[in-house]
C-alpha cells in the first residue's frame, strides 16, 4: 500500500502565496518523479509542476505549465518522500483541486502511478 498525502490548501486573496505538501509512505522502493496537477470545475485535469529525482549522473529536473512558470516553484526532499509546492502570485484561474502524484516503484509490486486525495486551493479576487 502506497499513500499520498496532501496538506496547505486554503482560500487567498490575489497575490497572495500557499504552499502545498505531499507525503509519500507505505511500500515504496523508489521514486523516480513526483509532481503536482490540478483540475478546476469543468476542467480536465492538468500538469501544475513535475520534479524528477537526483542521481549520481543526473541532477533533476524541473517542469512547469506555462500558466505558473515564475510564480510556482516546486521542491522535493528526497529523504523524505515530500514534494513542495510554493504558489506566489496567486490568481483567481489558480483555484482548483490540487492532486499529488508520484512516479514511484512498489516494494512488491513494481512501477506505479499514485495519486494523492487531493488539496482545495481557491483564490479570491
Known amino acids: 500500500q502506497v499513500q499520498l498525502v496532501e496538506s496547505g490548501g486554503g482560500l487567498v486573496q490575489a497575490g497572495g502565496s500557499l504552499r502545498l505538501s505531499c507525503a509519500a509512505s507505505?511500500?515504496?522502493?523508489?521514486?523516480?518523479?513526483m509532481g503536482w496537477y490540478r483540475q478546476a470545475p469543468g476542467k480536465q485535469r492538468e500538469l501544475v509542476a513535475t520534479?524528477?529525482?537526483?542521481?549520481?549522473?543526473?541532477?533533476?529536473?524541473?517542469n512547469y505549465a506555462d500558466s505558473v512558470k515564475g510564480r510556482f516553484t516546486i521542491s522535493r526532499d528526497n529523504a523524505k518522500n515530500m514534494v513542495y509546492l510554493q504558489m506566489n502570485g496567486l490568481k483567481p484561474e489558480d483555484t482548483a483541486i490540487y492532486y499529488c502524484?508520484?512516479?514511484?516503484?512498489?516494494?512488491?509490486?513494481?512501477?506505479?502511478?499514485?495519486w494523492g486525495q487531493g488539496t482545495q486551493v481557491a483564490v479570491s479576487s
Open positions: 507505505g511500500s515504496i522502493f523508489s521514486i523516480n518523479a
Open positions: 520534479i524528477t529525482t537526483e542521481t549520481i549522473t543526473t541532477g533533476g529536473s524541473t
Open positions: 502524484n508520484a512516479h514511484l516503484i512498489h516494494s512488491v509490486y513494481g512501477p506505479r502511478d499514485c
